[in-house]
């Protein structure tokens, strides 16, 4: 089958990320898969043989909406993957324009919560997303959210939408691979203390800095531990002056975007999420699949309803260093066995996720399984 994915923008996590992992998995199985990004912040991209990338060098989504319409015109694909609302809108219209017969699958990955809070402000971004919902409802096949949380609060807003949720891919062989391989860090080669890491976008909603004031709360309990954050964003020359305020230049250090997060899970002790808002973090359920323990933000929709009322991670109130901090020492002396985890990760495995998907779309194994 022609089958299209698109996403605004390329980047190492979240949405695009999960699109690439899609994208790659409906390759592997034989169907012609084009990938779409508005542009791309990172140049190296791990696709499969028969991926074919396309880049429409558009800074805004709204810039994407012609060269869109061109590529349906031309290519006329029989179904459509398209993530995050402000896009599908984009997609459900241009294709309504280009008279497009594909089924098409939008998710929302962000709470509405979130993407909906200035509704009532005229011409704002989310009144006009509002309004265009009920054509997307009206045209879209399949509507899916990344978490079950995200569906009912969807619901809420939309009396009658028919939202349903979809996890994204995390578990793939290519992903089992990527997670023991070697790396060069000194924390980790001569590994003395636990290994804490966290990783996102060093931006306000990730709450980096509650996590620092959580881990100078650790130093002066004397606990032993290294803290690892992986990312890059506005706040990363704040945190690194809380890190110095602190006196943790020896504890705590921020490193750049790494291509390959998983191996820096893989030999680490506890992976920490301190956000105030996510949709369905997939670094989360990478750290799981990684072997961490997990201590996570009880935010809106995501971590509680994977890592339950405790049963398989630690679940902290949100903007709390305090409660953060005594849930880290939890995690450091009560590890949760990976064997608990398994059954879990089988909702986000590869095979398990495309299976869903095409279900939702009403489209019969034996047309999509090549």
């Known amino acids: 089958?022609?089958?299209?994915?698109?996403?605004?923008?390329?980047?190492?996590?979240?949405?695009?990320?999960?699109?690439?992992r899609l994208a790659n998995s409906l390759s592997k199985i034989g169907h012609q898969v084009d990938l779409i990004y508005g542009y791309k912040k990172y140049h190296k991209i791990e696709k499969s043989k028969n991926l074919k990338i396309i880049y429409f060098n558009k800074l805004r989504v709204l810039g994407m909406f012609f060269s869109l319409i061109?590529?349906?015109?031309?290519?006329?694909?029989e179904i459509i993957f398209s993530a995050e609302d402000h896009l599908n809108a984009i997609v459900v219209i241009a294709s309504i324009i280009t008279l497009s017969k594909a089924k098409i699958s939008v998710s929302s990955r962000?709470?509405?919560?979130?993407?909906?809070?200035?509704?009532?402000?005229?011409?704002?971004?989310?009144?006009?997303?509002k309004k265009i919902f009920p054509l997307v409802n009206l045209r879209a096949n399949a509507l899916t959210c990344v978490s079950k949380d995200m569906v009912n609060q969807y619901r809420k807003?939309?009396?009658?939408?028919?939202?349903?949720?979809?996890?994204?891919?995390?578990?793939?062989?290519?992903?089992?691979k990527k997670m023991k391989e070697k790396i060069n860090h000194k924390w980790i080669k001569n590994k003395k203390n636990q290994i804490i890491v966290a990783t996102g976008t060093l931006a306000e909603?990730?709450?980096?800095?509650?996590?620092?004031?959580?881990?100078?709360?650790?130093?002066?309990?004397?606990?032993?531990?290294?803290?690892?954050?992986?990312?890059?964003?506005?706040?990363?020359?704040?945190?690194?002056?809380?890190?110095?305020?602190?006196?943790?230049?020896?504890?705590?250090?921020?490193?750049?975007?790494v291509i390959n997060t998983l191996k820096y899970f893989y030999n680490s002790d506890i992976f920490v999420l301190s956000s105030r808002v996510e949709g369905m973090p997939n670094v989360m359920i990478e750290?799981?699949?990684?072997?961490?323990?997990?201590?996570?933000?009880?935010?809106?929709?995501?971590?509680?309803?994977?890592?339950?009322?405790?049963?398989?991670?630690?679940?902290?109130?949100?903007?709390n260093p305090k409660d953060l901090s005594i849930n880290i020492i939890k995690a450091i002396n009560k590890k949760i066995p990976s064997i608990k985890i398994k059954k879990i990760l089988e909702q986000f495995e590869e095979k398990n996720v495309i299976k869903r998907h095409f279900k939702l779309l009403k489209i019969k194994r034996k047309d999509w399984l090549i």
Do not use: H
Not at 70 to 77: A, G, H
């Open 1 to 20: 089958m022609k089958i299209l994915v698109i996403s605004p923008v390329y980047a190492l996590s979240g949405v695009p990320l999960g699109q690439l």
């Open 70 to 77: 061109k590529y349906l015109i031309f290519n006329r694909p």
């Open 110 to 129: 962000v709470t509405p919560l979130d993407t909906y809070k200035n509704q009532k402000i005229i011409f704002s971004k989310s009144w006009f997303l």
């Open 157 to 176: 807003i939309f009396k009658n939408t028919k939202q349903v949720y979809a996890y994204n891919i995390i578990y793939t062989n290519s992903a089992l």
């Open 205 to 257: 909603w990730k709450c980096f800095d509650d996590l620092i004031k959580a881990a100078s709360i650790l130093d002066k309990k004397k606990i032993n531990f290294k803290l690892i954050i992986i990312g890059n964003g506005p706040d990363k020359n704040m945190l690194n002056n809380m890190i110095k305020f602190y006196g943790l230049s020896k504890k705590v250090q921020i490193l750049n975007p």
């Open 287 to 319: 750290a799981l699949m990684c072997g961490c323990t997990v201590v996570s933000t009880n935010c809106n929709t995501g971590p509680k309803e994977i890592l339950g009322n405790n049963k398989f991670g630690y679940l902290s109130k949100v903007k």
